[in-house]
């Protein structure tokens, strides 16, 4: 472990990005605990991140029930002694047509995608005040910066998170971070089950250009490196052989 060590909290942190991101901080000597529902893929994480000598915990985390994400945030802090950073990863991202009315679908988005990174503000907010430091990674999108036919919701929880991210960096006394990472088409599994058929052969040329989620792992361990005095607040990502 370095001397710049830090307590770095993973939503969705079973697969993806949030996985990447696990396996790169604790690669860097960071202090990872992670969350997700899938317990059993949390575990198998954690237990690789040990065999490479790194330093992990593990939690299952609904992000969108605030007493559970509280108590996330309670168990990091009882194993690491500190939070130091929170990645708010967790998303999903199933597409459609408005004119297909699946309320449901846009419904959980907004569970995920925007109250799962208000939750995560709530919980960790607190204890970084308490401490007098403290950084807050939220994932978003290139979808928070323009809007695409099928991905109408998905794009208004991201721009959401963008306005959410820039409300909390001017509310903060400076003692908080607060950046916003936005990939491009990466590499994951927030597609692999869309059930509107439109939507799938869009995403099916849309991801022929896919990055590797090691690439915004690798965007969020700059971000966090950067000395006290330095706030990077946004980052986009792109596939350079794409437009998206």
């Known amino acids: 472990m370095t001397q710049t060590a830090k307590a770095v909290l993973i939503t969705g942190a079973s697969s ?47 992000v969108t029930d605030a007493a559970d994400m509280r ?12 939070v130091d950073v929170l990645v708010n990863n967790a998303g999903v991202m199933p597409l459609s047509q ?8 846009w419904d959980r988005m907004i569970d995920v ?25 939220n994932i978003a999108s290139v979808g928070a910066y323009e809007v695409s036919p099928t991905a109408v919701v998905y794009c208004a929880t991201k721009f959401a998170v963008r306005a959410v991210s820039e409300g909390l960096r001017q509310e903060s006394d400076g003692s908080i971070r607060v950046s916003v990472i ?27 250009v896919a990055m590797p989620a090691s690439a ?8 966090i490196a950067q000395p006290p005095e330095v706030d990077v607040n946004e980052i986009v990502v792109r596939p350079t052989a794409g437009a998206q």
């Open 216 to 223: 915004i792992a690798d965007a969020i361990a700059y971000a």
């Open 113 to 137: 995608n925007l109250r799962g990174v208000l939750h995560g503000i709530a919980a960790a907010l607190p204890v970084m005040r308490e401490q007098g430091s403290g950084q807050f990674v």
């Open 16 to 62: 993806g990005i949030g996985a990447a991101t696990a396996r790169r901080l604790a690669a860097d000597g960071h202090r990872v605990f992670l969350g997700a529902r899938r317990t059993e893929r949390l575990e198998q994480l954690v237990h690789e991140i040990a065999e490479e000598g790194g330093s992990a915990g593990f939690r299952r985390l609904d």
């Open 182 to 208: 936005s990939p491009g088409v990466t590499e994951s599994e927030l597609v692999d089950h869309l059930a509107d058929a439109e939507a799938r052969q869009i995403m099916k040329t849309y991801r022929s």
């Open 71 to 82: 108590a996330f945030a309670e168990a990091a802090r009882t194993e690491f002694g500190r």
């Open 98 to 105: 408005l004119a297909a009315a699946r309320t449901e679908e």
